[in-house]
């Protein structure tokens, strides 16, 4: 986004008022809010990432590493469930006979 409203900032803007008139707004209300907040780059970018794309951006103090290991945490002990049952089975003495289990 950064790139495009450097190479093509006219189309971006354009781009933004059109969503804010989906969202409501009058194309002269959209048209001055958008310019207005054009001004400030950074935040514009910011404000495209949120609307345009829908992705937030990430805070300062957000950890990559951590949030990683939730994922894989979660995915082990929910992936596991599915499985309980036939781990539950398996273990269950049925005696002598033979008997599948499917």
Do not use: H, R
Not at 2 to 27: A, D, H, R, V, Y
Not at 33 to 48: G, T, W
Request: proline share 4%.
């Amino acid at each position: 986004e950064m790139w495009e409203m450097e190479n093509n900032p006219e189309g971006e803007i354009q781009e933004m008022i059109e969503i804010f008139e989906g969202k409501g707004l009058s194309k002269e209300d959209a048209t001055t809010a958008i310019m207005a907040m054009s001004k400030n780059k950074e935040f514009f970018v910011d404000l495209m990432m949120a609307f345009e794309l829908e992705l937030e951006v990430p805070s300062e103090d957000d950890n990559p590493y951590f949030d990683g290991l939730v994922t894989f945490c979660s995915f082990v002990c929910f992936g596991f469930v599915p499985l309980l049952g036939y781990v539950v089975l398996y273990s269950i003495d049925l005696g002598d006979d033979k008997v599948t289990i499917l």
